[in-house]
């Protein structure tokens, strides 16, 4: 067991509990990507021998999103690679539909036009270039649980 410094956080400024780490066939290409689709600001990039990502972070809004090349030594594939992803990565935005634009105009592949759901939000999905899933909403109402739980019994969208 490692002896942590007590000066330094254990949760570095700006992380949160819980961020998304990204496996990618191409992971400079993803970086530019989100840049383009997204809004990403690039925070750092570490190559590893042979020019390949080892790891890479970029900043979209308030939210850190690790990254990295393929290493199937490592363990490490795509969705590609495996064949399709069980995980989608959401965003909360302030404009859905122009979001969804942007992204599909940037390379992704529309899964679900924005639309207003039974749940208070204006909700789409994209498909990056990458195999990852990206919902994406901006709420525009309040509802309670009762409400969406009436909702969803009707089958409501």
């Known amino acids: 067991m490692s002896t942590r410094d007590s000066t330094v ?11 998304p780490h990204l496996v990618c066939a191409g992971a400079a290409d993803a970086i530019a990507f989100y840049e383009r689709a997204f809004g990403a600001v690039e925070v750092m990039r570490l190559p590893a021998p042979g020019g390949k990502l080892a790891h890479a972070e970029v900043r979209i809004g308030d939210s850190i999103l690790m990254l990295m090349d393929e290493f199937p030594d ?17 965003l909360s935005l302030p404009d859905v539909d ?19 759901m039974f749940w208070g939000d204006r909700y789409g999905v994209v498909e990056d270039p990458f195999g990852h899933r990206w919902s994406m909403a901006t709420h525009i109402r309040d509802v309670s649980p009762e409400e969406m739980a009436a909702a969803m019994q009707q089958g409501s969208h």
């Not at 956080?9 to 961020?19: A, F, N, Q, R, S």
């Not at 490592?74 to 959401?90: E, I, K, N, R």
């Not at 122009?98 to 207003?116: H, L, N, Q, T």
């Open 9 to 19: 956080k254990p949760v570095e400024d700006g992380m949160h509990t819980i961020t």
């Open 74 to 90: 490592w363990d490490a594939s795509g969705p590609a690679a495996l064949g399709g992803t069980s995980v989608t990565l959401h």
């Open 98 to 116: 122009s979001a969804f634009e942007r992204a599909v105009a940037a390379g992704a592949i529309a899964r679900m036009a924005p639309a207003d």
